[in-house]
């Protein structure tokens, strides 16, 4: 199974950013060209997906999505190269604090399916909080 570690996490206050960092490993992501989505869970809140990039090789050409609640606030990319996918965090709001979580069900196109992944990383901690 593909592995992940999520960095980046911490305390920021509301309006604030952060970059969380996700590194494959066991697998190169440069070559398998997987779609990558990052997911975030709240105490006493189901999974949820808010952010997924296809990869380059596919008709949908490395495109992003992004759920309505972190659209026009978060940002996704990709660098191949160094196996690393990004989620920048814009205006975070105190509704974002979560663990959050990338992941790949193997697939090349987005979406991801949150029932087909096989296996999460242990996620990286955003606290927003004054």
């Known amino acids: 199974q593909e592995q992940f570690a999520e960095s980046g996490g911490g305390l920021v206050q509301p309006g604030g950013s952060l970059r969380l960092s996700c590194t494959a490993s066991g697998f190169p992501l440069g070559l398998e060209h997987y779609a990558i989505g990052w997911f975030r869970q709240a105490p006493g809140k189901e999974r949820e997906g808010v952010s997924c990039?296809?990869?380059?090789?596919?008709?949908?050409?490395?495109?992003?999505y992004y759920s309505d609640s972190v659209k026009g606030r978060f940002t996704i990319s990709r660098d191949d190269a160094k196996n690393t996918v990004y989620l920048q965090l814009n205006s975070v709001k105190l509704e974002d604090t979560a663990m959050y979580y990338c992941?790949?069900?193997?697939?090349?196109?987005?979406?991801?399916?949150?029932?087909?992944?096989?296996?999460w990383g242990q996620g990286t901690q955003v606290t927003v909080s004054s």
């Open positions: 992941a790949t069900d193997n697939s090349n196109v987005c979406p991801v399916l949150l029932g087909s992944v096989g296996r």
């Open positions: 990039i296809s990869s380059d090789v596919t008709y949908d050409r490395g495109n992003s």
